[in-house]
């Protein structure tokens, strides 16, 4: 079974600062999706950025970046320009490429952003 | 678009009753579904993986006869938790799928058994 690894469980940063949040998998599959999900006080999941196994160049989705390093197994996420609202949940997630199969997720980090 | 809902969004049920959750797919149509649970601080589990019109595969450690899952329709799945008690108290979250690649998550439902 794949495993997804969060080792920070608390991040902080401050306003308009740049902050990444780590995560690493173990897996023996070389196609499989990555993502971020952000999940607010209201606990609803919401998709921040999704990345293909296959595709060697990193996703961006505005302020979020990723670092993809297959070989490493490692999918950091940037937040640049951090504002309030991110503050939240951040859960990294692992997919395999078989349909059907469930979202494999990470303990998850707390994001605090302070003024 | 993509948007699912779930019904309650929160329910405080006796200890020994039973209580159902619904999951809907509002604007799509999901192959799959999945339900997952959560706990306070931790991250989601899932329990179980429904889809259309199959008995639905749950993950080991899960009882499937205390939490019914049926996936009638493309748009629909349900979460019945039977003789609930206190240690069944959590958020449930379910998701829709098609065909397995990106999931959309309902709002979440959560349960207190009192």
């Known amino acids: 079974a794949q495993t997804v690894t969060q080792s920070q469980p608390e991040m902080s940063v401050q306003e308009a600062e740049t902050v990444t949040l780590s995560c690493t998998y173990d897996?023996?599959?070389?196609?499989?999706?990555l993502f971020w999900y952000k999940q607010p006080p209201s606990r609803q999941m919401i998709l921040v950025i999704r990345q293909e196994a296959y595709k060697q160049q990193n996703a961006t989705e505005n302020r979020f970046s990723v670092n993809f390093q297959k070989a490493a197994k490692s999918f950091s996420l940037k937040i640049s320009d951090s504002q309030l609202g991110d503050a939240a949940m951040y859960f990294c997630?692992?997919?395999?490429?078989?349909?059907?199969?469930?979202?494999?997720f990470g303990k998850g980090t707390s994001l605090l952003v302070t003024p | 678009g993509a948007v699912v809902s779930q019904h309650p969004s929160w329910v405080i049920c006796k200890s020994g009753t039973s209580v159902k959750i619904e999951c809907r797919s509002l604007?799509?149509?999901?192959?799959?579904m999945f339900w997952y649970r959560q706990f306070p601080k931790q991250s989601l589990m899932l329990m179980a993986t429904?889809?259309?019109?199959?008995?639905?595969?749950?993950e080991q450690g899960v009882e499937k006869d205390k939490f019914l899952i049926n996936h009638a329709s493309l748009t629909l799945s349900t979460l019945t938790v039977t003789s609930a008690h206190p240690e069944d108290s959590s958020f449930y979250i379910c998701?829709?799928?098609?065909?397995?690649?990106?999931?959309?998550f309902g709002p979440g439902t959560r349960l207190t058994v009192t």
């Open positions: 604007d799509f149509q999901a192959t799959t």
């Open positions: 998701s829709a799928s098609v065909q397995g690649y990106e999931q959309y």
């Open positions: 429904s889809n259309e019109g199959s008995k639905a595969t749950y």
């Open positions: 897996t023996s599959e070389s196609d499989y999706y």
């Open positions: 997630a692992y997919k395999s490429a078989n349909s059907g199969y469930a979202l494999n």
